[in-house]
């Protein structure tokens, strides 16, 4: 295997302030990434040569022996630790990088998103459905000309967010279900191409509920699906998920969120007309479902032939079946855009 055809180690891309330039275009041959990161003896990332760099500086007259601060770049774009690949990958399209630094608060080199490792670095072989054809009735005035999946968040729809999110984690085929205002979300996304997957579309003709519309996939599925809401704001880490359920040789895989409900009133538990014990504002923790699942192409078979179907009435004809259901608990961001309250706190959070 080359240089050029698997990611570099991170460490094989710094050089120090004090290198040669003939030095930093070793590391950048080596490493295949076209790029070397300058670091000073803290790690914190000073500046960055690419081989444009490099070429530039030479044809200004600067030599294979002087450093390479000489040529390299003191000005670039960096991110924290807290942008996730997916949108790291919009940042490198919207702006044609072909990398971005990760660096923690004191400025060091953390972790280097690339977009040949965004787009190109893997493949599951694993499709997704997403679903995309509620009227979201909850939201109000708020859907009256606009599907739910298609409102916009920050610069982009909701929809959108989730594709680069599947396509960072190497999901390359994606169906969306679609029946409310169809034709928005396809001419919005095509045939996937501008995102860089394969899209097509699964057209409910009346509403098959979440579970219903996986009898319209064209075919079953050789790897494990994917199957989402089309509302959801979220980071998940797909690539944990399929790794959870492959390891428990699960049936079926959801994706957990842990939900407190806070008793505003102190509690009395009470038997047999006397009071036995008092707490004080309880906190209740309830396991909720996400609305995100792995599954076995196996399970399609559950699904009944016609008729309107959930994804929770497959999973409890996976437990009627006898079949392993796994659980993966979420600890990434999450939130479900139903209601007018929930789409607002998103939007500032955009902000």
């Given at each position: 295997?080359?240089?050029?055809?698997?990611?570099?180690?991170?460490?094989?891309?710094?050089?120090?302030?004090?290198?040669?330039?003939?030095?930093?275009?070793?590391?950048?041959?080596?490493?295949?990434?076209?790029?070397?990161?300058?670091?000073?003896?803290?790690?914190?990332?000073?500046?960055?040569?690419?081989?444009?760099?490099?070429?530039?500086?030479?044809?200004?007259?600067?030599?294979?022996?002087?450093?390479?601060?000489?040529?390299?770049?003191?000005?670039?774009?960096?991110?924290?630790?807290?942008?996730?690949?997916?949108?790291?990958?919009?940042?490198?399209?919207?702006?044609?990088?072909?990398?971005?630094?990760?660096?923690?608060?004191?400025?060091?080199?953390?972790?280097?998103?690339?977009?040949?490792?965004?787009?190109?670095?893997?493949?599951?072989?694993?499709?997704?459905?997403?679903?995309?054809?509620?009227?979201?009735?909850?939201?109000?005035?708020?859907?009256?000309?606009?599907?739910?999946?298609?409102?916009?968040?920050?610069?982009?729809?909701?929809?959108?967010?989730?594709?680069?999110?599947?396509?960072?984690?190497?999901?390359?085929?994606?169906?969306?279900?679609?029946?409310?205002?169809?034709?928005?979300?396809?001419?919005?996304?095509?045939?996937?191409?501008?995102?860089?997957?394969?899209?097509?579309?699964?057209?409910?003709?009346?509403?098959?509920?979440?579970?219903?519309?996986?009898?319209?996939?064209?075919?079953?599925?050789?790897?494990?699906?994917?199957?989402?809401?089309?509302?959801?704001?979220?980071?998940?880490?797909?690539?944990?998920?399929?790794?959870?359920?492959?390891?428990?040789?699960?049936?079926?895989?959801?994706?957990?969120?842990?939900?407190?409900?806070?008793?505003?009133?102190?509690?009395?538990?009470?038997?047999?007309?006397?009071?036995?014990?008092?707490?004080?504002?309880?906190?209740?923790?309830?396991?909720?479902?996400?609305?995100?699942?792995?599954?076995?192409?196996?399970?399609?078979?559950?699904?009944?032939?016609?008729?309107?179907?959930?994804?929770?009435?497959?999973?409890?004809?996976?437990?009627?079946?006898?079949?392993?259901?796994?659980?993966?608990p979420m600890q990434e961001s999450w939130q479900d855009i139903g209601l007018p309250a929930e789409f607002e706190t998103a939007q500032r959070r955009m902000e």
């Open positions: 295997m080359t240089a050029s055809s698997q990611p570099a180690p991170l460490e094989a891309l710094i050089v120090s302030p004090e290198a040669s330039i003939r030095e930093a275009m070793l590391t950048i041959d080596r490493s295949g990434l076209e790029v070397a990161l300058v670091c000073d003896a803290r790690r914190r990332l000073v500046a960055m040569a690419t081989d444009g760099d490099i070429r530039r500086a030479l044809l200004r007259d600067a030599t294979l022996d002087d450093t390479i601060m000489v040529a390299a770049n003191s000005s670039f774009t960096t991110v924290g630790p807290e942008v996730d690949q997916s949108e790291a990958m919009r940042l490198m399209l919207q702006r044609g990088y072909h990398c971005i630094p990760v660096l923690d608060a004191q400025g060091a080199l953390l972790h280097l998103h690339t977009l040949k490792s965004a787009l190109l670095g893997h493949d599951t072989g694993s499709v997704a459905v997403v679903m995309a054809g509620g009227k979201g009735e909850r939201l109000g005035a708020l859907t009256y000309a606009i599907p739910k999946p298609m409102l916009p968040v920050g610069d982009r729809p909701i929809l959108e967010r989730i594709v680069q999110l599947l396509v960072s984690h190497g999901i390359r085929r994606v169906y969306l279900s679609v029946n409310h205002m169809a034709s928005m979300v396809e001419d919005h996304f095509g045939d996937g191409s501008k995102f860089h997957c394969r899209i097509e579309y699964l057209r409910e003709r009346t509403a098959l509920g979440t579970g219903g519309a996986l009898r319209l996939l064209p075919e079953v599925p050789t790897h494990p699906l994917l199957v989402m809401n089309g509302d959801l704001l979220t980071n998940v880490n797909l690539t944990r998920l399929f790794a959870l359920h492959r390891a428990g040789n699960h049936a079926a895989t959801v994706a957990l969120r842990r939900h407190v409900v806070k008793v505003p009133y102190g509690v009395c538990k009470v038997d047999a007309g006397h009071v036995i014990a008092l707490e004080e504002k309880p906190e209740l923790h309830y396991d909720i479902n996400a609305g995100i699942y792995v599954l076995a192409p196996s399970t399609l078979a559950l699904v009944p032939a016609d008729g309107p179907f959930t994804m929770t009435g497959l999973l409890e004809a996976c437990l009627a079946e006898g079949l392993v259901v796994g659980a993966y």
